[in-house]
């Protein structure tokens, strides 16, 4: 559908398909807190429209289409609306989406479960890959055709979107759009926690839980670039196939297998050396009672919606870590480093060593499906919306 300019058919057929939110009043929403992502505050990465009509509130004839929840809930009660095009505030560019990743922490955040809770209304989505449309004051890095992919922190699941000039990184004319958004964060992390804070070493063995998730394939697939043996665990013997046609060497279907004995078995008794968990839950627990001496225990998320009770005895008798994994701090306080770990993974994309996997694309209207499949674990690897 071309975009529409000056009203007329094309936006009465826009606005009798989706409800239109009346503009709440410019800084009227929000807070100062501090977030953890590029030194943005919670009001700029949960209102990017507010921040858009601050730095031009005379230019809003025009309007684009975005994913807004008004109210905390399921992915069904999500809304497509048209809001005013975006304006760039300084420091920022505004994109053309192409395409915008889909992670779990988007399944919690509708649903006020998740640490960061944006104020109401908000548009979710928060790794995008496009075009820059227009740069605001201050920014020399990108002009207007750019492609880039950035971390918007949220605001991603929209036929545009604002981010800091900062958060965004050039993207070569031979990456693919979908590819590109869907590989900040889940590489990001696991390498964050691989490579960071595991320090996973050649020759040693990682257990990967969720391995067919986003993060889960990544850390796959980290691990194979390190010379580590990985053993990959998920739910479904398909999810697994994706797992080894990956790298793994050695699978766990923990829907049929008990998890605990079969750890035992692949390691002769030893137990992993690192074990990455982005699931939490029932898993956590016999999954750290069988790791290795002086074994790295890499708390990375709690898809399963449940925070595991560990019992530390059982650190103190492996000498094991409980290690935490926040890649959006991270970024943030040490973003030479993390720029380090990216060259690196280039590098690996060049070599072949990584290779990310959109197993689904969805179009805008069709947010809340993809989101209800990541909720209820049918995604593989990782999905995107492509407005």
């Known amino acids: 559908m071309a975009r529409e300019r000056h009203g007329g058919r094309a936006r009465a057929m826009r606005k009798a398909h989706a409800p239109v939110r009346r503009r709440t009043r410019p800084g009227s929403r929000g807070t100062d807190s501090q977030d953890a992502n590029h030194g943005l505050k919670t009001h700029d990465r949960a209102d990017c429209f507010t921040l858009s009509m601050l730095a031009n509130p005379d230019r809003y004839g025009d309007t684009m289409r975005a994913i807004r929840c008004n109210q905390y809930g399921p992915p069904e009660s999500l809304a497509v609306e048209n809001l005013p095009e975006l304006e760039p505030s300084p420091g920022h560019v505004v994109i053309d989406v192409k395409a915008a990743a889909v992670n779990f922490p988007d399944v919690l955040i509708i649903e006020n479960k998740y640490q960061f809770k944006p104020p109401l209304p908000f548009t979710p989505g928060s790794e995008v890959a496009g075009v820059v449309r227009a740069v605001g004051a201050g920014v020399t890095q990108f002009k207007a055709g750019a492609r880039v992919v950035a971390y918007t922190g949220s605001g991603g699941f929209a036929e545009q979107a604002l981010a800091p000039a900062a958060a965004c990184v050039p993207l070569a004319d031979g990456v693919e759009f979908d ?46 670039a390190l010379g580590a043996r990985v053993i990959a665990a998920a ?120 290779k990310p996997y959109v197993s689904a694309r969805y179009a805008l209207e069709d947010t809340g499906r993809a989101l209800r499949d990541m909720a209820e674990r049918r995604v593989i690897g990782k999905v995107v919306i492509t407005p």
């Open 179 to 224: 590819v590109a958004a869907a590989f900040t964060l889940a590489y990001g992390t696991s390498h964050h926690a691989v490579v960071d804070r595991g320090a996973l070493q050649a020759g040693e063995t990682m257990l990967v839980l969720g391995a067919a998730g986003g993060v889960g394939l990544a850390a796959v697939e980290i691990g194979k």
């Open 235 to 354: 739910s479904s013997d398909a999810k697994l196939a994706t797992c080894v046609s990956h790298g793994a060497d050695a699978t766990i279907n923990y829907s049929t297998e008990d998890l605990r004995e079969r750890i035992k078995a692949l390691t002769d008794g030893k137990g992993p050396d690192v074990i990455y968990d982005p699931v939490g839950g029932v898993y956590a627990e016999p999954a750290f009672r069988s790791i290795g001496w002086r074994g790295r225990y890499l708390v990375v998320g709690f898809a399963n919606g449940e925070i595991p009770k560990l019992p530390l005895n059982l650190a103190l008798l492996k000498g094991a870590s409980l290690v935490g994994v926040f890649w959006g701090d991270f970024a943030k306080r040490e973003p030479q480093r993390n720029h380090a770990a990216f060259e690196q993974m280039t590098r690996w994309i060049g070599e072949g060593k990584l």
